[in-house]
């Protein structure tokens, strides 16, 4: 395969995580997953004591964290102070606090720095990278060979999150997914990315998905 980079961006539970590890696996590409970042970022400052809500508390944490990406599309890809922390930054705790996070200027500099850096890795490699985020396509790699902006109606999205969460309460997901996207859209640096092509996942299965993706990668590439 072509050494590219596919920024994937989207809402969550749109489909765009499963997606974006599903061809990269394919593809034999990397695969860079920055919402575990923000997690594994939130996760330290809630362990550490760190008020989430205190924005000058965050920006001066912010550097603190060692984060690290594996490059195995199907393994745990964030790694926190390098230890696992897959289960953790899924946790009730960690979705309330990572929109706040997110927004700190502070800790968006530091892991756009970090994604780039890791990018710049696979590009090196000769193998290619798939990263998924908000701001892929607009901040982090604007110059990315193939873009994709990934959404699917609230309610699909609520039931895709709840089941990955392990069976927790769609409509009670949805409210949270809801509230996250309000403070993404607002203050977090999403958007459409200029030039991308915009895949509605909700009628389609994941394998269909994954197969219209790898289509586009085949005709841009
Ligand atoms: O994609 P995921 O739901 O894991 O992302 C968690 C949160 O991390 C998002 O709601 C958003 O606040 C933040 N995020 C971000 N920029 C990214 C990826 C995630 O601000 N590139």
Redesign the pocket.
């Known amino acids: 395969p072509a050494s590219i980079v596919i920024a994937v ?1 989207g809402t ?1 539970g749109s489909g ?2 499963s997606t974006s590890r599903g061809v990269a696996d394919r593809l034999g590409m990397r695969y860079l ?7 594994a970022m939130s996760w330290w400052m809630l362990s550490n004591g760190v008020d989430v809500h205190d924005t000058d508390a965050v920006a001066a944490a912010a550097g603190k964290p060692v984060i690290t990406s594996g490059t195995d599309p199907l393994g745990p890809t964030i790694a926190l102070d390098g230890a696992d922390v897959s289960v953790e930054i899924r946790s009730d705790k960690v979705n309330g606090a ?2 706040p996070v ?2 700190v200027p502070e800790v ?1 500099a530091r ?1 756009v720095s970090l994604q780039q850096e890791e990018i710049a890795r696979a590009l090196a490699a000769g193998t290619g990278i798939v990263v ?5 396509g607009t901040a ?1 790699w604007p110059q990315a060979a193939v873009k994709l902006y990934v959404t699917a109606d609230p309610a699909a999205r609520a039931a895709r999150r709840a089941a990955e969460e392990g069976g927790t309460d769609a409509d009670a997901v949805r409210v949270s997914l809801e509230s ?2 309000k ?2 859209s607002t203050k ?3 958007a459409v990315p200029e030039g991308a092509t915009h895949l509605d996942t909700t009628p389609y299965t994941l394998e269909e998905v994954i197969a219209q993706v790898i289509e586009i990668v085949q005709t841009a590439a």
Do not use: N, Q
């Open positions: 961006d969550s765009k995580s997953d920055t919402g575990a970042m923000y997690r990572v929109s997110a927004t968006r892991l998924e985020g908000r701001d892929i982090v996250r996207d403070i993404d977090g640096g999403a």
